[in-house]
Nanobody, 113 residues
Framework: QVQLVESGGGLVQPGGSLRLSCLAS????????MRWYRQALGKEREYVAY????????NYADSVKGRFTISRDNAKNTVYLQMNSLKPEDTAVYYC??????WGQGTQVTVSS
């Protein structure tokens, strides 16, 4: 059974940092591209970042470029999202996605003073 479990969310002050993790199971993680999305209250889910299966290629939404870094450890079946210089507008539920089909349950990130 496929599972994606996000963790690492929480409350952080503007300018702070968080690292999200997404632990995958039930599929061949190393063969799948991985993405992070986010959904703020009352808004549509939006793309945040992408990483290729071997980790050599990454891509970011313009809104997070230069502040967020996606990475993966295929030996640990885990994808990460390092978020620095956080802003209140980064507040959202963050989801990881495996390939085109698999979604996690999300982790809440709140950026507030």
């Amino acid at each position: 059974q496929v599972q994606l479990v996000e963790s690492g969310g929480g409350l952080v002050q503007p300018g702070g940092s968080l690292r999200l993790s997404c632990l995958a199971s039930g599929f061949t993680f190393s063969s799948y591209t991985m993405r992070w999305y986010r959904q703020a209250l009352g808004k549509e889910r939006e793309y945040v970042a992408y990483i290729a299966s071997a980790g050599g290629t990454t891509n970011y939404a313009d809104s997070v470029k230069g502040r967020f870094t996606i990475s993966r450890d295929n030996a640990k079946n885990t994808v990460y999202l390092q978020m620095n210089s956080l802003k209140p507008e980064d507040t959202a539920v963050y989801y990881c996605k495996g390939g085109t089909s698999y979604w996690g349950q999300g982790t809440q990130v709140t950026v507030s003073s």
